[in-house]
């Protein structure tokens, strides 16, 4: 498959939306509150290979608002990690296991055209290290 033929992913599509309606700013300015993380996913669907079924994601090359699905036919595919993180952060919670549907259509590459919703399943386990200081804070 070329390049050009490659469908946008949520987190491409995410990046060049010109309207923000969430801040992109990284991950410290996002969540300031907390210090360590760790995400665990498992993917199941179209493009899952024995090399990214599971992805393990921390802090440092945090992937951002968006983890992406690995259907390669799929357009705008992912779930939104960046709104899991901020319903954990708001209840301070420190543990989460849920799943997501792939938000994403097989669709012509652009995404004009819709064939059929991507049926990629993710299964997210988070675990999060909050702050000392904005414990005492509460
Ligand atoms: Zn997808």
Request: aromatic letters at 12%; charged letters at 35%; hydrophobic letters at 25%.
């Amino acid at each position: 498959m070329s390049k050009r033929d490659r469908r946008q992913k949520a987190s491409d599509v995410f990046r060049e939306s010109e309207f923000v309606f969430v801040q992109k700013v990284s991950f410290e300015e996002a969540f300031p509150e907390i210090e360590d993380l760790t995400v665990e996913v498992e993917e199941s669907g179209d493009g899952v290979s024995e090399w990214n079924r599971k992805r393990t994601y921390r802090k440092q090359y945090f992937p951002g608002e968006y983890i992406d699905c690995s259907n390669p036919l799929c357009y705008n595919g992912g779930f939104s990690i960046g709104s899991i993180l901020r319903e954990m952060v708001r209840n301070r919670q420190t543990e989460l296991e849920t799943s997501k549907l792939c938000q994403g259509n097989e669709g012509s590459p652009k995404g004009r055209r819709i064939y059929r919703k991507c049926m990629n399943f993710f299964k997210i386990k988070v675990s999060i290290k909050y702050r000392e200081a904005s414990e005492k804070e509460k």
